[in-house]
């Protein structure tokens, strides 16, 4: 298989992502204060590592001529950031009632609505080797949501959270998407982060009891998931927007769960049924299947 130049920077750049961000889940269950004021850490720790990136984007493109920011930029950078809001609220609080795997594969159901805008908005074409790897991921999505249905000590309140969540993330992705054919990946995030930061700390005053950790344990959890999680991991994934289809990424994203769900297992102790473990291995084959519309299909 022939890669173009640009899916060459932009696959490692999404494998890499997707692995820092595979983490956050299992450091979103451990941490010792409230899912809110978790996403609010999680902004907070990550803004200077954002703010040195915008930075040394600005420096590097010193010799070129930048475009001024524009009202209408403004506010899709607030829209981005609304957007994240509403996912990081509804995850955690889906992370703490459901568990690790099954929030974390409910929010990636935000895959079709990412593949429909795409579609709609980027014109990216839906060969049929991605619609067969979407179905096939999809089936196993579905596989996960009904073992969590059947299993009696299921919260059905986290299963709507992470649906939630799906449509949170999936208008954030397409945001984003949008903003980098004219933005670069630092100002993006650097931005749409601090907008996150304001609506996360209304809703860590107004929903949580626990603002603050109590061991340096604690405090360590909530840098990682602002700096690895969110800075690295969050932060390659918007570089890899600009260099992949949105469809095929979104569908590739759909290995965060497996890998949550693997990490969760290994360190939590959250066992896998046999449903959940066939959903995983479906997931991996749709993501395989769908390979070949991100590397010659849609805007790179």
């Not at 397409?174 to 990946?185: C, D, G, N």
């Not at 690295?232 to 590739?252: D, E, K, M, P």
Request: net charge positive; with cysteine; proline share 4%.
């Amino acid at each position: 298989m022939r890669f173009s130049p640009t899916a060459r920077f932009g696959l490692p750049a999404l494998a890499t992502g997707i692995l820092f961000v595979s983490f956050s889940p299992l450091l979103v269950q451990v941490s010792e204060v409230g899912p809110s004021t978790t996403a609010v850490y999680r902004a907070l720790f990550a803004m200077p590592a954002l703010t040195a990136w915008m930075l040394l984007e600005q420096r590097a493109e010193k010799k070129m001529p930048r475009r001024k920011l524009k009202a209408r930029d403004w506010g899709l950078l607030a829209l981005t950031g609304l957007f994240f809001t509403g996912d990081l609220i509804a995850w955690h609080s889906s992370i703490r009632l459901s568990g690790v795997a099954n929030a974390t594969f409910l929010a990636h159901l935000s895959t079709p609505i990412i593949a429909i805008g795409a579609w709609l908005m980027f014109s990216e074409r839906l060969i049929w080797e991605f619609m067969a790897g979407l179905v096939l991921a999809m089936a196993g999505t579905a596989l996960i949501m009904g073992a969590s249905i059947v299993e009696p000590d299921g919260s059905l309140l986290g299963d709507g959270l992470g649906l939630l969540t799906a449509f949170f993330y999936g208008g954030y992705l397409l945001t984003i998407k949008h903003l980098r054919e004219s933005l670069p990946s630092g100002l993006i995030m650097t931005v749409s982060t601090a907008f996150s930061f304001f609506g996360l700390l209304i809703a860590a005053l107004l929903m949580d009891d626990t603002l603050f950790p109590v061991t340096l344990l604690g405090w360590g959890t909530l840098v990682a998931i602002g700096l690895i999680m969110h800075a690295g991991g969050q932060g390659l994934i918007t570089v890899a927007f600009r260099h992949l289809s949105a469809s095929f990424a979104s569908v590739a994203l759909l290995a965060t769960p497996v890998l949550a769900a693997f990490f969760g297992w290994l360190i939590l102790g959250e066992t896998l049924t046999l449903m959940q473990s066939l959903g995983c291995a479906a997931v991996l084959a749709g993501i395989a299947l769908s390979q070949r519309l991100g590397v010659t299909g849609g805007k790179s």
